[in-house]
């Protein structure tokens, strides 16, 4: 019964994905900067994974890092529509100059 109880509260971080057959959930950022900061480390991670033996590094890690997983996360979270209205914003602004 406790089980139960605590399975209701318990699972709400993944939701069920209308498009896909997995899973999705919610990252907030403040700002985009932040996004972007985000992005760049998470690339900086999977270099230095690529070169260097994570397990080498740390005795807390057990297994390799999923680089296709953390690459794939990071393709997810680039922001590619406002890069085609920062293109318009810059063709504006160019413009304007003129």
Known sequence: MR???????????????????????EIEFFSYNELFNTIQDLLKLSINALYYNPKDSSPYIHHEPDIQLMLELILQLIPSKEGALLDEVRSFLEKKKC
């Open 3 to 25: 089980l139960r109880k605590i399975s209701k509260t318990a699972f709400d971080k993944l939701q069920v994905s209308n498009k896909h057959k997995h899973y999705k959930t």
